[in-house]
Every structure is written in structure tokens, then in C-alpha cells.
């Protein structure tokens, strides 16, 4: 989606994560601010979630989106907080949230899918 032509800002990058056994969702809200910068905002059903925004500050979304995974900030928040589930998916969301509002990717559904052979993929 293009920016604002008059105001060259990007629209709001809003995602739903349904993190699936655990049943707790995730709307993660972004906004790119006027300093270049990309703020979310976090809804969740799950405690170490919410815990994890209390230190949470703008993101640059280019140093957010090229940074190896122990560089991430949302990755470092995810390892302060503890979040005490490797396999969940709402960090990744929020750096795939950082990446739209920045202007540095599209918006575009992923998935994971358990299937019985690969047929089904």
C-alpha cells in the first residue's frame, strides 16, 4: 500500500496473530512516526506479551528488519522478558508489523501449517 501522497506517511499496519495451543491472541498494531521511527502498539491475551511492551520503545525499521536475530531489539525484549516459548510466533509478527509500517515490505499473509505429506503443500 502507498503512502499518503500529500503527507508521504504510511497507513497503520495492524495484525492478528493467533498463536495457536495456547489460544492467546495478539493484535499488534504499527505506526511509522514522523521521525522515520515505527511504534506499536500491543494487544494480548497473554501476560508475557504485555510484559514484554513495558520496556518497549520506537523501532528503526531498517535496523529492526537487516538485524541478525540476537541483534533484534524485539528479539532482546523477547529474552529480557522472559517469553517462555521459543516456538511462539507474536515476535516475529511484531518485526513483520515493523517491516510494513517502515515501508519496507508488503503486506502479505504467512502461515504455518501442519500437514501429513507434502501433497498438501
Known amino acids: 500500500m502507498d503512502a499518503h501522497p500529500a503527507l508521504n506517511i504510511m497507513p497503520d499496519c495492524k495484525i492478528c496473530v493467533d498463536a495457536g495451543v495456547c489460544k492467546m491472541k495478539t493484535i499488534i498494531t504499527a505506526k511509522a512516526n514522523d521521525m522515520g521511527m515505527v511504534d506499536l502498539e500491543i494487544k494480548s491475551d497473554c501476560p508475557n506479551i ?5 520496556n518497549m520503545e520506537s523501532f528503526s ?56 505429506d507434502d501433497s498438501e503443500a
Open 61 to 116: 525499521p531498517y535496523s529492526e528488519v537487516e538485524a541478525e536475530f540476537y541483534k533484534s531489539e524485539v528479539y532482546k525484549l523477547a529474552q529480557e522478558t522472559p517469553i517462555p516459548h521459543t516456538a511462539c510466533p507474536v515476535p516475529s509478527a511484531m518485526v513483520k508489523a515493523i517491516e510494513v509500517a517502515g515501508d519496507l515490505g508488503l503486506k502479505r499473509d504467512v502461515s504455518i501449517r501442519f500437514i501429513d
Open 50 to 54: 504485555l510484559r514484554m511492551t513495558w
